[in-house]
C-alpha cells in the first residue's frame, strides 16, 4: 500500500500561471481533505470531497477549484496562481465515518512557490 | 464554529524528562475528537494520539498520553521520557464528528530535545 501519494512534490509557478495538484490514495477511502499549511500556522481545510463526484469548500477556498472524478483521486487546480497561494499543501483522507479514533492520513505534502 | 489554541509556540525539554504541550479547543458540538500530530523537520504528518469526547479514560500511546479534562476544554498532550528524536512541531486538532469530519488544527508548539 502506497497511503495517499502526492504528485509533485514541489513547484514553482509563475504569478498567473495555472497548475493541478494531484492526490492519489489506495485505501478506497471514502473522505479526501485538501488542506493548505503556512509558515507558523496549522493547517486549514480548502476544499474537501465525500465521496466519489462530490466536492465542498472548507475555509479557505478562494483561488481554487477541485475534481473528484474517481474515488481514488482528488485534483486541486489552481487557475491563476498569485503569491499568497505560496504554501504546503496536504492531502488527507479518511474512511466513511466508523466512529472513534479514525484518523485522517495524509500526504507527504507539495511545496508550492508563486513567484 | 471549533476552534484550537496551543498558546506555546516553542518548548525546550531535557532528554527523558517529561514535557506537557497544551491545547485548548472552543465547540458547540457534543461529539467530536481530539488529535495530536507530530510534524518533524521533514514536513510529513505523523497521527499520535486520539481522544473521543465520550472517553472517559485518558488515551494512552507508549510515551504518549493524552490529558483530556473536557470541563476545561482542554488536551494537553504529555511526552514521557523525551528523545532527541521527539525534536518537532506538534499540533493538536479537532475533528468534527458529523458531516464533512474535517480537522480543525492550532497554530503549533515546536519542541526541542536537548541532550
Known amino acids: 500500500n502506497a497511503g495517499v501519494t502526492q504528485t509533485p512534490k514541489f513547484r514553482v509557478l509563475k504569478t498567473g500561471q495555472s497548475m493541478t495538484l494531484l492526490c492519489a490514495q489506495d485505501?478506497?477511502?471514502?473522505?479526501m481533505y485538501w488542506y493548505r499549511q503556512d509558515p507558523g500556522m496549522g493547517l486549514r481545510l480548502i476544499h474537501y470531497?465525500?465521496?466519489?463526484?462530490?466536492?465542498a469548500k472548507g475555509e479557505v477556498p478562494d483561488g481554487y477549484n477541485v475534481s473528484r472524478l474517481k474515488k481514488q483521486n482528488f485534483l486541486l487546480g489552481l487557475e491563476s496562481a498569485a503569491p499568497s497561494q505560496t504554501s504546503v499543501y496536504f492531502c488527507?483522507?479518511?474512511?466513511?465515518?466508523?466512529?472513534?479514533?479514525?484518523?485522517?492520513?495524509f500526504g507527504p505534502g507539495t511545496r508550492l512557490l508563486v513567484l | 464554529a471549533q476552534k484550537i489554541t496551543q498558546t506555546q509556540p516553542g518548548m525546550f525539554v531535557q532528554e527523558k524528562e517529561a514535557v506537557t504541550l497544551d491545547c485548548t479547543y472552543d465547540?458547540?458540538?457534543?461529539?467530536?475528537?481530539l488529535f495530536w500530530y507530530k510534524q518533524p523537520s521533514s514536513g510529513e504528518m505523523i497521527f499520535l494520539i486520539y481522544?473521543?469526547?465520550?472517553?472517559?479514560q485518558n488515551a494512552t500511546e507508549g510515551r504518549y498520553s493524552l490529558n483530556f479534562q473536557k470541563a476545561r476544554k482542554s488536551a494537553n498532550l504529555v511526552i514521557s521520557a523525551s528523545q532527541l528524536g521527539d525534536s518537532a512541531m506538534y499540533f493538536c486538532?479537532?475533528?468534527?464528528?458529523?458531516?464533512?469530519?474535517?480537522?480543525?488544527f492550532g497554530s503549533g508548539t515546536r519542541l526541542q530535545v536537548q541532550p
Open positions: 488527507a483522507s479518511s474512511r466513511r465515518p466508523a466512529g472513534g479514533g479514525e484518523t485522517q492520513y
Open positions: 485505501m478506497n477511502h471514502e473522505y
Open positions: 470531497s465525500v465521496g466519489e463526484g462530490t466536492t
Open positions: 465547540t458547540s458540538d457534543q461529539s467530536y475528537g
Open positions: 481522544q473521543g469526547s465520550y472517553d472517559e
Open positions: 486538532a479537532m475533528r468534527e464528528d458529523t458531516g464533512r469530519r474535517a480537522l480543525t
